[in-house]
């Protein structure tokens, strides 16, 4: 079974930043990636995602121009670089692992089918 890992969590202050990763145990290279994130009492909402190329990338209207999502398939491993950040993004980031003809504009979290375990984002003064 394909395993994801996330890192680069953590505190930080509202303007600050934070990278992200999801690293594979396998090759990514076959599979789109998203990210996702769960705020205490809301639904989980999709973040970003990025085809199997990197060819293509979404991102949702509230991070769009803050967050910038990337991939080295040589290295297995998914970036999400996230800038400005505002107490709004505090959540927990989950990456999420889906085949490569899914729907990346749509950001639908049943389409993707391996998951990490989530790291903790903490925006806070």
């Known amino acids: 079974q394909l395993q994801l890992v996330e890192s680069g969590g953590g505190l930080v202050q509202p303007g600050g930043s934070l990278r992200l990763s999801c690293t594979a145990s396998?090759?990514?290279?076959?599979?789109?990636i998203g990210w996702f994130r769960q705020a205490p009492g809301k639904e989980r909402e999709g973040v970003s995602c990025?085809?199997?190329?990197?060819?293509?990338?979404n991102y949702a209207d509230s991070v769009k121009g803050r967050f910038t999502i990337s991939r080295d398939n040589a290295k297995n491993t998914v970036y999400l670089q996230m800038n400005s950040l505002k107490p709004e993004d505090t959540a927990v980031y989950y990456c999420a692992a889906g085949p490569p003809l899914i729907t990346i504009a749509t950001m639908r979290p049943y389409e993707y089918d391996y998951w990490g375990q989530g790291t903790q984002v903490t925006v806070s003064s």
């Open positions: 990025i085809s199997s190329s990197g060819g293509s990338t």
């Open positions: 396998v090759n990514l290279d076959v599979y789109a």
